[in-house]
């Protein structure tokens, strides 16, 4: 939370910002469609043959689901609810994939309702559960990644040790289910090529392993974790085309020998395609620090400050010459629900306002309404 650096970049005109909170008031959460649209296409230039399965955990709002199924995605659902969501836009069980290695029944329950199949699994009590409820499911392995280096280590919680890969898969067939292929995901955000080629070579350990005891895998899923950034920049390394550009031979190799691959990406496809407009609700100088208090904060859509470990930037809309450091706080009464410390603002007054950019994935999707305060608006432009 500290040392923040004020960019001078806004996601949009100033002048259309002004609009927009003019009819929407704040705080206002933007989705821009021609970067979704863009970050979308990035990833399939990128990284051509690998079918993406959005996940919608990163954010759910409809009109994102819209926007992608429009463009032929898949989509990575989570719980039944984040199934019955995309079923109820339209878009086929083909196109989902059930990765939560955890399910609840009702979850699997509703899945073979709709006839969505592709699930992963990392465990024996998951199969006794899949094999109850939801038997016609084709199974993907879930193993752990070395996650270095990454955000969220997700192989902390989930994932099965390579070695005890095939183990699994031999008990799924003798179980009379269908197992179909191999999962990882490398954390999130994941910034270590390593994770990926380490990952990728485990795959390739494990479907020569199931191929010599009879089972043909075809699916090889490289999960999420690709960087809120798409585009390399000069100094940079921790973007999508840096990452794609190393991989790639690797995925290439599985895809020309007939291998299905697909991935499940959230925070590249809507980090960067959203932002927050919020407004200076309060002032107050404590301790000798101007604290500004936001009409948004970490129970709202900043929510991805404590639980992802984000460290957006804040560009207030007044210019001014005599930046200070200042403190930014949520509205709420609880005192952790403090934003930043040491922001470098010029001086802001009442109902001055503040953009939050790239920050599309993991927030309003954890916002809660803690106090009273509402969610913010949500629109698409
Ligand atoms: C199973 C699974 N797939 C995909 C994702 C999306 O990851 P990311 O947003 O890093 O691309 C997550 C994130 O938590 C996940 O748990």
Not at 39 to 58: C, E, H, S
Not at 316 to 337: F, K, M, V, W, Y
Request: proline fraction near 6%; include cysteine; charged fraction near 25%.
């Amino acid at each position: 939370m500290k040392g923040l650096v004020v960019s001078k970049k806004l996601p949009l005109e100033k002048e259309k910002i002004v609009e927009l909170v003019k009819v929407y008031d704040t705080p206002l959460f933007v989705i821009l469609r021609e970067r979704l649209i863009e970050n979308f296409l990035a990833f399939t230039r990128f990284l051509p043959g690998v079918q993406p399965f959005y996940a919608v955990k990163a954010n759910p709002h409809p009109e994102i689901i819209r926007t992608l199924d429009t463009l032929g995605s898949c989509f990575d659902v989570a719980s039944k609810q984040e199934v019955q969501l995309v079923h109820e836009l339209g878009i086929g069980p083909e196109r989902m994939i059930f990765a939560n290695t955890i399910k609840r029944k009702k979850g699997l329950a509703f899945a073979r309702e709709i006839g969505l199949k592709l699930m992963t699994y990392d465990n024996l009590n998951e199969l006794y559960k899949i094999q109850k409820v939801h038997p016609e499911a084709k199974l993907l392995l879930r193993i752990t990644s070395p996650s270095n280096g990454s955000g969220a280590n997700l192989s902390y919680k989930f994932g099965v040790d390579p070695e005890e890969a095939l183990f699994l898969l031999l008990r799924a067939r003798e179980m009379g289910l269908q197992p179909v292929g191999v999962s990882f995901h490398a954390g999130s955000p994941c910034y270590q090529v390593e994770s990926y080629l380490v990952s990728l070579q485990a795959v390739r350990k494990i479907f020569s392993e199931a191929r010599q005891s009879g089972i043909e895998l075809s699916i090889v899923d490289i999960g999420g974790g690709f960087p809120l950034k798409i585009y390399q920049e000069e100094g940079e390394q921790r973007s999508l085309e840096s990452l794609a550009s190393k991989i790639y031979s690797h995925i290439e190799s599985f895809l020309q020998e007939g291998y299905r691959v697909i991935a499940e990406p959230g925070r590249c496809i809507v980090g960067s395609a959203c932002f927050l407009v919020t407004k200076v609700i309060g002032k107050a100088l404590r301790r000798g620090k101007v604290w500004y208090y936001l009409d948004e904060g970490i129970y709202g859509s900043l929510s991805a400050i404590p639980f992802d470990k984000a460290s957006p930037e804040f560009v207030p809309l007044r210019e001014g010459n005599g930046l200070q450091e200042a403190i930014l706080a949520g509205p709420t009464c609880d005192s952790l629900d403090v934003i930043a410390k040491d922001v470098l603002l010029p001086e802001l007054g009442l109902d001055d306002l503040i953009v939050v950019p790239d920050i599309g994935a993991y927030s309003i999707a954890s916002a809660t309404n803690f106090n009273g305060f509402e969610k913010p608006t949500v629109v698409m432009v």
